[in-house]
């Protein structure tokens, strides 16, 4: 059974640091391409950052600089750190997998206020 199990998210103050994990199974994880979106309160699902298996990583221009996606494919993990925390930056945050098949988890909330 596939499965991505997002945590981290937490209440922090604007200019705050977090750090979000995914944890895969199901797949093989060290093949695919693993990715952050995010989706703020009635707004669309946006794209912030990817990362293939080899490592190579890319990222959305608008968080470029204060967001970095790393994988630890001994733990099946991808991690996604954030700093400079906005209150914009407020959404549920969503790990995804593109292998030979596709998948999203259940989000994890990131809230942004003083």
């Known amino acids: 059974e596939v499965q991505l199990v997002e945590s981290g998210g937490l209440l922090v103050q604007p200019g705050g640091s977090l750090r979000l994990s995914c944890v895969a199974s199901g797949f093989r994880f060290s093949s695919s391409v693993m990715s952050w979106a995010r989706q703020a309160p009635g707004k669309g699902l946006e794209w912030v950052a990817g990362i293939y298996g080899d490592g190579t990583t890319y990222y959305t221009e608008a968080m470029k600089g204060r967001v970095t996606i790393s994988r630890d494919n001994a733990k099946n993990t991808v991690y996604l750190e954030m700093n400079s925390l906005k209150p914009e930056d407020t959404s549920v945050y969503y790990c995804?997998?593109?292998?030979?098949?596709?998948?999203w988890g259940q989000g994890t909330q990131v809230t942004v206020a003083a």
């Open positions: 995804h997998f593109q292998g030979r098949e596709s998948g």
